[in-house]
């Protein structure tokens, strides 16, 4: 299974993610490849902010080695699950879709609501780790005994 993480920039919420996701996967043995990607071309080719490498490492996750890349459509192809960090990124994702089966692999990565965007405020990235980390918990507890269930429609 391929899951890709989507935000704005690439370099805060979804370097999390990404990190995260593969790092647990791993962890319990299951054949998953996470990706991330920005919506914005501002970041591409840039390694995550130093704010999100330094909270990850504190959490013993390593996501120096990324790199930025800008979300395309091309990636609806490639990944089977796409979760975006908020609104704005929902509406630009969508908006690249070609057909409506595209349109099935996007979902918000919390169900019901937003991952903050921290670039602007240094006391945000612990809290977004939580976020991010329980939400990962919890697709590794769903999607390894159902994988189904996870795909959802957005009209
Ligand atoms: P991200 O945060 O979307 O979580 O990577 C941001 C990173 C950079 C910018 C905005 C948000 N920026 O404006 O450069």
């Known amino acids: 299974m391929k899951i890709l993480m989507v935000c704005l920039g690439n370099i805060c919420r979804s370097p999390l993610a990404h990190g995260v996701?593969?790092?647990f996967a791993n962890r319990k043995g299951l054949a998953w490849t996470v990706g991330s990607a920005g919506t914005g071309n501002?970041?591409?080719g840039a390694p995550p902010d130093h704010r999100s490498i330094a909270i990850a490492k504190e959490y013993g996750v390593d996501i120096s080695e990324q790199r930025a890349q800008q979300f395309d459509s091309h990636h609806f192809d490639e990944y089977?699950?796409?979760l975006v960090m908020d609104r704005e990124n929902l509406?630009?994702?969508l908006a690249k879709a070609k057909t409506p089966e595209h349109r099935t692999r996007v979902q918000l990565?919390?169900?019901?609501?937003e991952v903050p965007d921290p670039y602007f405020d240094d006391g945000l990235f612990d809290p977004v780790y939580?976020?991010?980390a329980t939400r990962c918990e919890e697709l590794v507890r769903e999607w390894?005994?159902?994988k189904q269930s996870s795909r959802r429609k957005i009209e």
């Open 80 to 82: 089977d699950h796409i």
């Open 91 to 93: 509406r630009n994702v």
């Open 21 to 23: 996701l593969q790092h």
């Open 109 to 113: 990565f919390l169900p019901d609501g």
């Open 144 to 146: 390894s005994k159902n």
């Open 42 to 44: 501002w970041h591409v």
């Open 130 to 132: 939580q976020l991010v």
